[in-house]
């Protein structure tokens, strides 16, 4: 395959050529998952869903429960259908990252006496971490330990993410005990080798076809474990897995705005999707996190900033080559506001970009500031 062939895979099975009409569920499941933190989330979806609104998104989330928020596959949060939770986290191959953490800051007995009093704190209730925070009486360091352990109970499926945050832009969720939130859906360890398999499969649907870098990378799984799951599904050909063969897809077409973080552009650890080499340190930086990004016709043509507030959206564009479609980002700005339902959407050109793997560090959230 082509560099092009991949491309227009990926931007397709990305669903990022927005022709069918979907539901958010139907998008994060053929997607293979969404980044979950707000805003990528909400403007993921609205990147792939024709008509998304962003009560969509917290209705499956909050109402219906059929897509949960929670830390897993490499350690990253993502969109998950409820009814592949058991299947993602029982593939998982690596030792639980988020509970060592609390113990180099409190250690094991402390996390262990704060667990306790977190299941009986959340038990009945739906409450946010400041007030979990406050309960337990924790502040400065003790405060990450404590984010840290939700994240851990959340990877262990004792509590999940249970009440939307206030806006748009807000990471601030609830929390509940998992068997009250779910209690159709109680934990289950799946056979690991099988979880695999079918983790493989869910990938290559949504971003195949991939190596087994690719899929060891995006999935956290050990190479050796990769590797026999991809060949437990798939055929590879010049190196690449996938389960059927290319189909004759149009060619890319469309304006769209993707934020920080976005699937398409981190799902394999090359990062050679849609981005032309040369352009790679103004796209990703030295740690391989993709910044906020203009495509046009299935290519990243510049990159983008976002400001405002919970009511405003200002957009901030730079072009790689100079002049770009401004009227293109105009339209995909106020498809943005409308879905999010904001009052007020500008748009303004800037002329300059950075080298992000030569920036501060956390530069790729906000690749345009100054301007």
């Known amino acids: 395959m082509t560099t092009r062939d991949l491309d227009r895979e990926q931007w397709h099975r990305q669903l990022l050529q927005r022709e069918r009409e979907l539901s ?6 053929l997607a293979g998952g969404l980044y979950s933190t707000a805003p990528t989330s909400y403007l993921s979806c609205v990147a792939r869903v ?34 592949r939770i058991d299947m993602v986290m029982s593939a998982g191959d690596r030792k639980e990252w988020y509970a060592s953490a609390v113990d180099k800051i409190v250690g094991e007995k402390q996390r262990k006496a704060w667990t306790e009093r977190v299941v009986r704190i959340l038990d009945g209730n739906v409450l946010p971490a400041r007030e979990i925070r406050a309960r337990l009486g924790v502040s400065g360091k003790e ?33 509940a005990l998992w068997d009250q939130w779910f209690p ?29 870098e690719d899929f060891s990378w995006w999935s956290g799984l050990k190479k050796a474990n990769a590797r026999k799951a991809l060949e437990g599904v798939a055929q590879p050909h010049d190196g690449f897995y996938d389960l059927n063969p290319p189909a004759d ?21 090359t990062r050679r999707r849609m981005v ?19 495509m046009l016709d299935g290519e990243v043509i510049g990159v ?17 080559a100079g002049s770009g479609p401004r009227g293109l980002v105009e339209e995909e700005a ?17 002329d300059r970009y950075v080298d992000l793997t030569e920036a501060s560090r956390n530069r790729f959230m906000s690749p345009l500031s100054g301007d």
């Not at 219906?64 to 949060?77: E, H, K």
């Not at 840290?148 to 929390?175: C, E, F, I, K």
């Not at 934020?259 to 398409?264: E, F, K, L, V």
């Open 143 to 175: 405060a990450e330990a404590l984010r840290y352990l939700l994240s851990s109970l959340s990877h262990q499926r004792l509590v999940a993410a249970a009440a939307g945050p206030t806006s748009w832009r807000d990471n601030q969720y609830g929390y």
């Open 304 to 320: 983008w900033d976002r400001g405002g507030d919970n009511e405003r959206l200002e957009v901030k564009a730079a072009f790689f």
């Open 50 to 83: 024709p008509g998304f609104s962003k009560a969509d998104l917290d209705r499956a989330l909050y109402e219906d429960r059929t897509l949960v928020r929670i830390g897993t596959l490499r350690g990253s949060g993502f969109l998950i259908p409820i009814d």
């Open 334 to 350: 106020g498809r943005i506001g409308g879905a999010l339902g904001l009052a007020e959407v500008s748009v303004r050109q800037v």
């Open 184 to 212: 159709d859906h109680p934990a289950v360890r799946l056979d690991p080798e099988e979880a695999r398999l079918e983790l493989a499969r869910w990938y290559l649907q949504g971003h195949g076809p991939g190596t087994i």
């Open 276 to 294: 032309a080499e040369d352009l790679y340190p103004y796209v990703y930086d030295s740690s391989g996190n993709v910044t906020s990004t203009v």
């Open 249 to 269: 897809l149009p060619e890319p077409s469309g304006l769209r705005l993707l934020p920080i973080w976005d699937t398409a552009l981190v799902t394999q650890k």
């Open 24 to 29: 958010v569920e139907e998008a994060v499941e």
